[in-house]
């Protein structure tokens, strides 16, 4: 997401690969980059304390973990399993992912214990996806063959198919009985 802000009587932006002086496209220093970054920091938290509704969390919570603000995105699926716990499901879903984008298959896998019996096609898919970064072919099979009959007639099975292909490249002998 770009950010144009403006600071000391000069305008930055931001389209994801640093500051830059808005009128000559010049990078600005390391240290002033921090300071603009603190200062979008700041306007997001202002804006995330305003917002008391889990879906409308959980969507932003998303949003900044596929924009690679991670620790962003986790603070708020803390926040939403804090003041609605019926949907720490949902949360838990994203928290799994973040953490397996942050490299930590353990932790993911954790998370989603709790949560092994469920129906939820989401859940049982991050899991799977999980269960193939540990190389738990089998499990990740059984798990994401579950989220496959849920979707059975759902057309949104893109996320879960690619779990299959990871499967299927890597233990091919699985699937072919």
Not at 42 to 62: G, H, V
Not at 133 to 160: F, H, P, V
Request: glycine letters at 6%; one cysteine or more; aromatic letters at 6%.
């Amino acid at each position: 997401m770009p950010y144009i802000i403006e600071h000391n009587k000069v305008t930055y932006r931001n389209n994801g690969n640093g500051w830059f002086v808005n009128n000559t496209g010049e990078l600005v220093p390391k240290i002033l980059g921090a300071d603009l970054d603190g200062i979008i920091a700041e306007k997001l938290r202002a804006k995330e304390e305003k917002i008391t509704d889990p879906k409308e969390l959980l969507q932003l919570a998303a949003k900044y973990s596929s924009q690679g603000m991670l620790e962003r995105a986790l603070a708020i699926c803390s926040k939403i399993i804090t003041i609605s716990p019926d949907s720490e499901l949902a949360a838990s879903t994203v928290i799994s992912s973040i953490l397996r984008k942050k490299g930590e298959p353990e932790k993911a896998l954790a998370i989603t214990d709790k949560f092994q019996t469920t129906n939820n096609p989401a859940m049982l898919t991050t899991r799977a996806a999980t269960l193939c970064d540990l190389e738990n072919w089998e499990l990740a099979k059984k798990t994401i063959s579950r989220a496959l009959a849920i979707l059975k007639g759902a057309s949104n099975k893109g996320e879960a198919f690619g779990v299959v292909g990871r499967i299927k490249k890597a233990r091919p002998d699985l699937y072919n009985n």
